[in-house]
């Protein structure tokens, strides 16, 4: 859902363009100026401009998107070869947390998972086990919340996390892991976002930052951070769609340090193998609620 000012409105919903409508007018041009984003090996991953409330975002190779700060609808022109059922889950998983942020949202680039406590957020960058140890909290029963972006509120009394569209990508090792054998490794999730159990939003327990441990032992860690580290962590993780308003950069900062003010922030070292999953499973459940209880 989407909220502005208390009222509650419905996510922004997909309009995907014929080749021989006004796609035309949503070219590579349109995002001319904008920001550039690049993912850890330095490849173009989002080009975002904004000009007068209105909004336009250019995943390379797969879409360009316009939007408004208003209205539910979100236009996307496919480039030419995009499978039919690509985009939409392209939109879901990297066009909507920037949409979201453009209208006033704050989105973290993490999986979660629903444990006794509330909300576990896990976040990290790509090919850090986020989804693989989303996952395997889910098989021991906990329910699964978000894969790679979960959108928090920080303007009630408590902190909480809503439901977004999602689904489940796990790398072909962590599928093989799990058993899963040769099946895509993309699975089920929750395309239409109304939470687990029917829910929208739950209370954010913590944010877990996740990041390799390498030694011989290869052993988990986790243990809180101070405030101090846990603010700049969190906002690396932190889906921006620009940075030029400054008014938006300013709210956006001071969400993050509300969020670190109140809810515990802690880092998580995950082992290179999948073989020491299982114990980092268990130092999770100890930490944050125990199993998910049966039934």
Request: glycine fraction near 10%.
């Amino acid at each position: 859902m989407d909220r502005a000012g208390g009222a509650v409105r419905p996510l922004p919903w997909l309009d995907i363009l014929e080749p021989e409508s006004e796609a035309t007018v949503l070219s590579s041009s349109s995002v001319a100026g904008g920001d550039v984003w690049r993912d850890a090996a330095g490849r173009i991953v989002a080009r975002c401009r904004a000009e007068d409330g209105r909004y336009w975002l250019e995943l390379p190779g797969v879409a360009t998107f316009r939007f408004n700060g208003e209205n539910a609808r979100v236009v996307a022109a496919p480039c030419p070869g995009i499978a039919p059922d690509a985009l939409p889950r392209a939109y879901r998983h990297s066009a909507l947390p920037l949409v979201l942020h453009a209208r006033g949202h704050e989105v973290l680039h993490a999986s979660a998972v629903l444990m006794p406590q509330g909300i576990v957020a896990l976040c990290g960058a790509s090919q850090s086990g986020k989804s693989t140890i989303a996952y395997g909290l889910h098989r021991r029963g906990h329910a699964l919340w978000a894969d790679d972006a979960v959108a928090i509120d920080v303007s009630g009394p408590v902190i909480s996390a809503w439901a977004l569209p999602f689904d489940v990508r796990l790398r072909p090792a962590s599928a093989t892991f799990f058993g899963l054998g040769e099946r895509a490794a993309q699975l089920p999730g929750r395309p239409d976002a109304e939470g687990p159990d029917g829910r929208r939003s739950a209370p954010l327990a913590v944010v877990c930052i996740l990041g390799r441990r390498s030694g011989a032992s290869g052993r988990p860690i986790l243990g809180p951070l101070a405030a101090s580290e846990a603010y700049p962590a969190l906002l690396a993780q932190a889906y921006c769609f620009s940075l030029e308003d400054s008014a938006r950069k300013r709210a956006m900062l001071e969400r993050y340090l509300s969020l670190v003010g109140q809810r515990p922030v802690f880092r998580l070292a995950v082992p290179e193998t999948l073989e020491g999953l299982d114990e980092l499973l268990d130092a999770i459940e100890r930490a944050f609620g125990g199993p998910a209880e049966a039934g």
